[in-house]
């Protein structure tokens, strides 16, 4: 599991409505849609939730602490939503008590190990590893009209990738999964899915990146010399972006990759 660093959400408070934007441009789904699709709500609920919620972000400063930026990127994103939210002055529990006497009624927060969103008046909650793998999935499957029968490669199988690979085999794919580590063998065709070390990912026209090593996937692993990669889509949880520069490039348009916003938009859905 990838822990951020400030560099790479230092400008999401700018940015996080403007991607919003692309991401309903590149897959018809933006945040809101996303909340909607991921959880079995309405896009009506996630308006009228977001029309009358307040969201609260916590800092955390147990383990490795606080990491600048973060909790104001989850206010950014789910304000982008259209929530009223905030983060609090106060960390830790102290913070959790701030956000219920503000009134909040869902609070978000991280530690080394989860990251939640946990809905005060409901008791519910939404878990950002299986908010992340549930948005990429129907990223995915927006994104290619449908997986119904097609092949989809999942690179990485750590518990991203793991629930990735079953969100996209419920989605009716043939899921086959890419993952260096050879003891993960047994429990991927346990899962019933295709093991893909030795076979040519180029075969592989949907992929969901779950991978965290950056820039290790070249143009020439994803598309044959004489391919215009037009029919590659990739849907890339994964931090860093593996991708390298050259793929990413031609490729532009065709991958989705955030650093927090997906996942943290999803969680919303869960929560609700
Ligand atoms: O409040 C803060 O600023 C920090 N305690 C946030 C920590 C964020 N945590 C992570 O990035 C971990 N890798 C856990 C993420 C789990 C989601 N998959």
Same mark, same amino acid.
């Not at 043939?174 to 070390?197: C, H, P, Q, T």
């Given at each position: 599991?990838?822990?951020?660093?400030?560099?790479?959400?230092?400008?999401?408070?700018?940015?996080?409505?403007?991607?919003?934007?692309?991401?309903?441009?590149?897959?018809?789904?933006?945040?809101?849609?996303?909340?909607?699709?991921?959880?079995?709500?309405?896009?009506?609920?996630?308006?009228?939730?977001?029309?009358?919620?307040?969201?609260?972000?916590?800092?955390?400063?147990?383990?490795?602490?606080?990491?600048?930026?973060?909790?104001?990127?989850?206010?950014?994103?789910?304000?982008?939503?259209?929530?009223?939210?905030?983060?609090?002055?106060?960390?830790?529990?102290?913070?959790?008590?701030?956000?219920?006497?503000?009134?909040?009624?869902?609070?978000?927060?991280?530690?080394?190990?989860?990251?939640?969103?946990?809905?005060?008046?409901?008791?519910?909650?939404?878990?950002?590893?299986?908010?992340?793998?549930?948005?990429?999935?129907?990223?995915?499957?927006?994104?290619?009209?449908?997986?119904?029968?097609?092949?989809?490669?999942?690179?990485?199988?750590?518990? =991203?990738?793991?629930? +990735?690979?079953?969100?996209? #085999?419920? *989605?009716?794919?043939?899921?086959? $999964?890419? /993952?260096?580590? &050879?003891?993960?063998?047994?429990?991927?065709?346990?899962?019933?899915?295709?093991?893909?070390?030795?076979?040519?990912?180029?075969?592989?026209?949907?992929?969901?990146?779950?991978?965290?090593?950056?820039?290790?996937?070249?143009?020439?692993?994803?598309?044959?010399?004489?391919?215009?990669?037009?029919?590659?889509?990739?849907?890339?949880?994964? =931090?860093?972006?593996? +991708?390298?520069?050259?793929? #990413?490039? *031609?490729?532009?348009?065709?991958? $989705?990759? /955030?650093?927090? &916003?997906?996942?943290?938009?999803?969680?919303?859905?869960?929560?609700?």
């Amino acid at each position: 599991m990838t822990r951020l660093i400030t560099e790479w959400i230092s400008d999401m408070e700018d940015t996080a409505c403007n991607w919003n934007e692309q991401l309903k441009e590149m897959t018809g789904l933006g945040y809101i849609e996303l909340a909607a699709q991921v959880s079995g709500h309405s896009v009506e609920e996630i308006l009228e939730a977001a029309d009358t919620m307040k969201v609260a972000a916590v800092p955390i400063t147990s383990g490795l602490g606080v990491i600048g930026n973060f909790a104001e990127s989850v206010a950014a994103i789910t304000r982008a939503m259209g929530f009223d939210s905030f983060v609090t002055e106060t960390a830790d529990v102290n913070g959790l008590y701030e956000a219920r006497v503000k009134d909040a009624d869902i609070v978000f927060m991280a530690d080394d190990d989860r990251y939640i969103a946990l809905n005060l008046n409901k008791g519910k909650i939404g878990d950002n590893n299986i908010a992340t793998a549930a948005g990429y999935a129907e990223i995915l499957v927006n994104m290619a009209g449908g997986l119904e029968g097609s092949p989809v490669a999942v690179l990485g199988y750590g518990i =991203i990738g793991q629930l +990735l690979a079953d969100n996209l #085999a419920k *989605a009716g794919a043939a899921v086959g $999964v890419y /993952d260096k580590d &050879e003891s993960k063998r047994e429990a991927v065709e346990n899962a019933g899915l295709k093991w893909l070390i030795g076979e040519d990912l180029r075969d592989y026209h949907y992929i969901a990146d779950a991978t965290n090593e950056g820039g290790w996937l070249t143009l020439g692993d994803l598309t044959a010399a004489d391919d215009d990669s037009n029919d590659v889509l990739i849907a890339a949880p994964g =931090i860093p972006l593996s +991708l390298n520069e050259e793929a #990413a490039g *031609a490729l532009r348009g065709r991958y $989705v990759h /955030d650093m927090l &916003e997906i996942g943290t938009a999803a969680m919303i859905g869960f929560a609700l």
